[in-house]
T-cell receptor, first 114, second 116 residues
């Protein structure tokens, strides 16, 4: 059974710092990996999706990398801002037919201090 | 595009009452999902529908039923609500072709349900 781990559960950094959020998964046979952002009391917003054949994806100040063989993904946030404060979740999808069941990590709650 | 919409946003029920959570998407997606999110448990899949007319159980289906009314709409029904079903419920959708690994899921804003 696939398990997704995100450590630490919470992180506090000063504004302007470059930071890395980690995501690890136990089964390397994945279809893709998706990073989400969740603001308090809100739904999930998709940030980046990395296909199994890709090594990384970039969107603005965000860069996500994928190393399937080691079961790891990282989300790099450059020049962090208070507006980046949120919970960041990663989720992996197995390569199984039409059963697109995502397995989620429990998220990392990021606080960026002004 | 509104994306994925859910109604209601908030609901309080008494034990034993029934209700239906509504979800609709306007992105022409074929797959739709219902999740629940609980503190310390993360997001767990309740039911999903790979296409109109099909539904399958997820990780925690007990106590729930679903209906894929058409391609746009996917509803979740609680027949006899229990306090253990107090949670935040999210609907999501994606466009899965079966051959492409670009299967990005988009989420609705959630329904916050309390069962007393």
């Amino acid at each position: 059974k696939q398990e997704v781990t995100q450590i630490p559960a919470a992180l506090s950094v000063p504004e302007g710092e470059n930071l890395v959020l980690n995501c690890s998964f136990t089964d390397s046979a994945i279809y893709n990996l998706q990073w989400f952002r969740q603001d308090p009391g809100k739904g999930l917003t998709s940030l980046l999706l990395i296909q199994s054949s890709q090594r990384e994806q970039t969107s603005g100040r965000l860069n996500a990398s994928l190393d399937k063989s080691s079961g790891r993904s990282t989300l790099y946030i450059a020049a962090s801002q208070p507006g980046d404060s949120a919970t960041y979740l990663c989720a992996v999808r197995p390569p199984a037919g039409a059963n697109s069941k995502l397995t989620f990590g429990k998220g990392i709650t990021l606080s960026v201090r002004p | 595009n509104a994306g994925v919409t859910q109604t209601p946003k908030f609901q309080v029920l008494k034990t034993g009452q029934s209700m239906t959570l509504q979800c609709a998407q306007d992105m022409n997606h074929n797959s739709m999902y219902w999740y629940r999110q609980d503190p310390g448990m993360g997001l767990r899949l309740i039911y999903y529908s790979a296409s109109e007319g099909t539904t399958d159980k997820g990780e925690v289906p007990n106590g729930y039923n679903v209906s894929r009314l058409n391609k746009r709409e996917f509803s979740l029904r609680l027949e006899s609500a229990a306090p253990s079903q107090t949670s935040v419920y999210f609907c999501a959708s994606s466009y899965y072709t079966g051959t492409s690994s670009v299967d990005e899921q988009f989420f609705g804003p959630g329904t916050r349900l309390t069962v007393l």
